[in-house]
Structure formats: C-alpha cells, structure tokens
C-alpha cells in the first residue's frame, strides 16, 4: 500500500533554532499537506504543496514530486512550535505519517 | 481557510451507550468527509468515508454495525459509536474538502470519547 515516512520521529530543539523535518512517499502524490496537532488535538494545516516551495513566516515546505519527498522548515523555533508535525499524502482520504514529535525548550 | 466545526469536543459515557459526533463543514459543501480515529502517541487512522446521500465506505477492520456514519446533507456527517465499550474510548476527528476543487482538506477539532 501506499507508505508515508516521516523523519526523524523525535526532535527537540534550543528555542531560537532552526529545523528540518522529512516526510518520503512511496508514489506519485496527488496532494501532500503538512499540519501542526496541538496540545489539544487540534490539527492545523500548514501547507498545501503538491510541488514547490511555499513559505509562511517563519515556516517554509518543498515538495520535490518526482523524488518522492517533502521537507518543513522551522526557522527561528519558539517554544508554541511544539506539538506533533504530520504530513498526509492525499488520494481522496488522506494518508498520515507517524508524525514528528517536537520539543521547543526555553 | 476552510472552517470544519466537530461537536462535542469531549464527551464520557457508559458502557453500553451510543455516542453521536457531529462534523459540519461551516463554509463550503463536501459531498464526501472522512472519520479518523488516533490512539495516544500514535497517527491518525482511517476509519471510514463519508458519502452524501449514499452508505458510507468502512476502511478494513472497523465494524459499521458499531460506527455508524450518516451524512444527510452536504455539510453534515455523524458518526455515531453504538454500545459504546471502553475500547472505544479514542481521540475521533474528522475531515473535509470543498466538494468544488480537490484541494486542501480540513479538520474538525476532534472529540475525546471516554467510555466509563
């Protein structure tokens, strides 16, 4: 079936740093979105991005379609940043990774 | 973006008895929306999709008999969790996309079902 890898599976950070996070698909992606979980459960989309560079604020995200993979930029990380970062691949439904987890420490 | 509202947020029930979780897309119409189920530390997980006016589509291994899914209008699905077990206490969200564009989809808030 279809595979969504995200690495690395856990990550914490010095506020103030900066991140990448992976995400590698197994096919051809339709539609790739990268989303923040909160504390609460809350899922908050970050980027739409079949294909390209897209950046908001201090956030960033590629898609490389024909290599099959994805990366999220955190630059200048801040303590809110924390949380589960997901990436979803999309054929209809979306198709989760296991998720980063990311700690922002003070 | 796209609004998605989950109600209830949270909910605690007893054993043995039915739960209904209500997902509405506030700002655009979806013919078709997608139940998710996430256990703790762990990813979301399909559970079913969602078809207006039609049954939905149960992915392996979840029983319909025990989620029912009924999504009367374009902007209404409700899952509802029938004799509710322990088992089945769970972080349940859902999902949406404007039925117009296969764009972007969005989630509810999520409800924490704990069954006592």
């Known amino acids: 079936g279809i595979q969504v890898e995200q690495s690395p599976p856990d990550l914490i950070l010095q506020e103030g740093a900066n991140s990448t996070l992976r995400c590698n698909f197994s096919?051809?992606?339709?539609?790739l979105q990268w989303f923040h979980q909160n504390p609460w459960g809350q899922l908050i989309n970050l980027f739409y991005?079949?294909?390209g560079t897209k950046q908001n604020g201090r956030l960033s995200a590629t898609t490389v379609a024909t290599e099959r993979y994805s990366l999220l930029y955190i630059s200048s990380s801040q303590t809110t940043d924390s949380g589960v970062y997901f990436c979803a691949r999309s054929q209809g439904n979306l198709i989760f990774g296991k998720g980063t987890k990311l700690s922002v420490k003070p | 973006g796209a609004v998605v509202s989950q109600h209830p947020s949270w909910v605690i029930c007893k054993s043995g008895t039915s739960v209904k979780i209500e997902c509405r897309s506030l700002?655009?119409?979806?013919?078709?929306m997608f139940w998710y189920r996430q256990f703790p530390k762990q990813s979301l997980m399909l559970m079913a999709t969602s078809n207006e006016g039609s049954k939905a589509t149960y992915e392996q291994g979840v029983e319909k008999d025990k989620f029912l899914i009924n999504h009367a209008s374009l902007t209404l699905s409700t899952l509802t969790v029938t004799s509710a077990h322990p088992e089945d206490s769970s972080f349940y969200i859902c999902s949406a996309r404007d039925h117009r564009a296969n764009t972007e989809a969005f989630f509810g808030q999520g409800t924490r079902l704990t069954v006592v």
């Open positions: 096919d051809s992606v339709n539609n």
């Open positions: 700002d655009f119409q979806a013919t078709t």
């Open positions: 991005i079949p294909s």
